[in-house]
């Protein structure tokens, strides 16, 4: 097979959701359909859930699995599907978004009677911002749920997207009788069973007095009406609008009854993008393009103290990727070859001798990577947009075993470059800050901190709201800014200057006071 239709073929998407609404089942009957896995119950939920926070055993737990689960990829139809892994607990959110910015697209679970829930609107910016095209599946439709009227303009008004529905339920709940599917022109009949597949009669005009027999008169009028609602209110569904980011897909179903995902997951390889083009500080990198290059999203440490080795997960940008054959690691300036880079297919690791655009490969790393890192076949080129967000919660680290400072600024160092927290160095008093999203990391830094680098650390509690990298054209007034606020300036890990407001008040008046000066939430504007 050519490059381009190799990688034509393509279609490396995350399924995003607020935890519970279905993205572990949903997962799992996509694996089933691609024959990746032959029986329910075998993708692990991703999770740590309904555990106190500090439960170490399951932080382990799902880190092991992590591993195993971080991308799944299998072949459907002729293409190749990877799905890429998102934390479900809220604290690892950091990670969930350095992963979207190595998918082409996304599929978001929303429970039909929960609607949008504050984790899902929280991703959806970070989509929103990238223009990362969003399928959405209203899931638990054999439950009773919202009116589905109702759920399309909280889906518009709480994710900010346009909504047009590909599929329409037929009732929910109890009296739950299927879908239409409105892409296929389809009557999809529900029976409650998690194994089979449901029955699917074609039928492109719902006048006909046939749908009748399938669902009864009630149903069948209320159909016709909700259908006739639906061509009224929304507009043709537009495939360039999708592609644009402006405009989402709904179809309806159960993941649990394995019911609406075959026409999800149909629908989905047909309409969702192969890799995209993507930006560098230099130029944009079509992926056709021969040469290879790729980018660092995810680092994942091996808990066992024993073997400090990593994997750093790259995503493939442009051309194929081969096993022995040297890369220029850009921030290095130097070239590197790999003997064992490792592709995912269902839920096993294996080595692969060649990977295309669109493709993760997992290359075995002794601390030469970061988060960001760009491999290329010998251009300079620097990949944009993994972006940091300002962290939630900071505490300042002290170390708590003077004989092992070497240790514990080691273990820092690399810690942050894998991208578990952030660090800040207070210019003022020369401090150590780390921001993160939850209180977990805390926890979990401070005992890598321990168990793999035999250091010992402290948690000083500072007060902060925000951290916001700042800058200006106004070099005066940033100067001015950085004496006023001296004792509030840090620098984060790349040297770039960083205010830490220590309350929302604090923040407004800086901004009313400098108008010349830029206050960004993220580390990439
Ligand atoms: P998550 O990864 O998004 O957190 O959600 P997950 O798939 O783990 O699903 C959360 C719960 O919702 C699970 O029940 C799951 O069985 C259930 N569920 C998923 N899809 C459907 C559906 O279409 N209909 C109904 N009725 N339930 C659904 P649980 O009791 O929390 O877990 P388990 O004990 O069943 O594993």
Not at 231 to 236: E, L, M, P, Q, R
Not at 320 to 330: G, I, L, P, W
Request: charged share 25%; proline share 4%; with cysteine.
């Amino acid at each position: 097979m050519s490059l381009q239709s190799e990688i034509l073929r393509r279609r490396t998407f995350a399924i995003i959701s607020h935890p519970d609404a279905g993205k572990t089942t949903l997962t799992e009957k996509l694996l089933l359909f691609g024959g990746a896995i032959h029986v329910a119950g075998a993708v692990k939920s991703n999770k740590i859930k309904k555990t106190a926070t500090s439960d170490w055993m399951e932080i382990e737990k799902q880190r092991g699995i992590s591993v195993a689960t971080s991308v799944m990829g299998f072949e459907y139809r002729n293409y190749k599907i990877n799905i890429l892994d998102t934390p479900g607990h809220q604290d690892f959110a950091e990670d969930t978004y350095r992963t979207l910015t190595a998918v082409d697209s996304v599929i978001i679970v929303v429970d039909t009677a929960k609607g949008v829930e504050a984790q899902t609107r929280k991703l959806m910016d970070v989509c929103r911002m990238r223009k990362t095209p969003v399928m959405i599946f209203v899931n638990k439709m054999d439950r009773e749920g919202k009116d589905p009227f109702d759920l399309l303009d909280e889906l518009e008004s709480e994710l900010g997207i346009h909504v047009r529905p590909l599929s329409w339920p037929i009732n929910q709940g109890f009296s739950f009788k299927g879908v239409y599917n409105i892409h296929k022109e389809n009557l999809e009949l529900f029976t409650p069973n998690k194994q089979s597949i449901s029955e699917s009669v074609a039928f492109s005009d719902i006048n006909n007095p046939e749908l009748e027999n399938y669902v009864g008169v009630h149903d069948a009028n209320k159909l016709r009406e909700d259908m006739e609602l639906i061509t009224g209110v929304y507009s043709k569904f537009d495939i360039k609008r999708y592609l644009a980011g402006e405009l989402a897909p709904v179809f309806f179903g159960s993941a649990l009854n394995n019911f609406g995902v075959k026409e999800l997951l149909d629908c989905f390889v047909e309409i969702a993008p192969s890799p995209r083009p993507i930006n560098t500080v230099e130029r944009e990198i079509d992926p056709f393009e021969e040469a290879f290059s790729g980018f660092v999203f995810k680092i994942h440490a091996n808990m066992d103290p024993n073997h400090r080795s990593c994997i750093a997960f790259v995503k493939i940008c442009s051309g194929k990727f081969e096993r022995n054959v040297n890369y220029k690691h850009v921030r290095h300036g130097k070239m590197m070859r790999f003997s064992s880079p490792t592709a995912f297919m269902a839920q096993k690791k294996e080595t692969v001798d060649e990977a295309y655009a669109g493709d993760i490969v997992g290359l075995p790393d002794t601390g030469n990577f970061k988060i960001g890192d760009t491999l290329t076949g010998g251009e300079e080129l620097h990949f944009k947009g993994i972006p940091s967000f300002s962290p939630e919660m900071f505490k300042y680290i002290e170390n708590a075993d003077p004989m092992k400072t070497k240790q514990l600024d080691k273990g820092v160092n690399q810690l942050m470059d894998e991208g578990v927290a952030q660090l800040f160095v207070n210019q003022y008093n020369g401090r150590k800050i780390i921001g993160t999203v939850g209180q977990l990391q805390f926890e979990v830094i401070q005992y890598r901190l321990l168990h793999e680098y035999n250091a010992q650390c402290r948690w000083d509690p500072i007060s902060l709201y925000k951290a916001c990298w700042i800058e200006s054209a106004d070099a005066v007034e940033l100067d001015n800014f950085k004496k006023r606020k001296a004792q509030y300036m840090a620098k984060d890990k790349s040297g770039r200057d960083v205010f830490l407001a220590d309350s929302g008040y604090v923040l407004q008046m800086a901004q009313n006071d400098f108008k010349n000066i830029k206050f960004h939430f993220t580390s990439e504007f």
